[in-house]
């Protein structure tokens, strides 16, 4: 009798398990997974929620000199990675379960990642901005340039 009960567990835990992971291929071809390995802005707007985000990036002075993996993915290319992935799994359960804000929003772990981007490419003016004042706690770039970028 255990024998059986664990025979039938084993095949559920299997049939579970198969049926997850043919979802989750699916929705990575279907929603063209793979493009998302590369620099390509065009990607982002593979979403119709960032075609205004990829439109006015497209406008933007920062066009020339940044692709939205330089601001909104960690540098290093684990890293890199690693936020590509948090972001894809994340954005993929908003979307599809539509529990998501609308203008999009940077949640608080994105935040730092491109406050960190800002501050690596532009070091000299906020080195200047948050020591040369005298004191105090370095002030956010985004705080101040939040559209840069996307709404130049």
């Known amino acids: 009798m255990y024998h059986r009960a664990l025979g039938i567990s084993i095949v559920a835990l299997g049939a579970v398990t198969g049926i997850g992971l043919g979802v989750g291929m699916y929705t990575f071809v279907y929603a063209k997974g793979f493009s998302y390995m590369h620099d390509d802005p065009a990607v982002c707007a593979n979403c119709h929620i960032m075609q205004n985000h990829y439109d006015a990036w497209a406008k933007s002075s920062h066009q020339a000199v940044a692709v939205c993996n330089d601001c909104h993915t960690a540098s ?23 529990n998501f804000h609308e203008p999009i929003q940077a949640n608080p ?28 706690e370095p002030m956010s770039c985004i705080r101040c340039h939040r559209f840069v970028g996307h709404f130049e």
């Open 76 to 98: 290093g290319l684990i890293p890199k990675y690693v936020t590509k992935a948090i972001n894809g799994f994340n954005h993929s359960l908003a979307f599809t379960t539509g």
């Open 109 to 136: 772990f994105n935040q730092r990642i491109t406050e960190a981007s800002c501050r690596e490419c532009h070091q000299d003016i906020v080195h200047q901005i948050d020591f040369g004042g005298g004191g105090g």
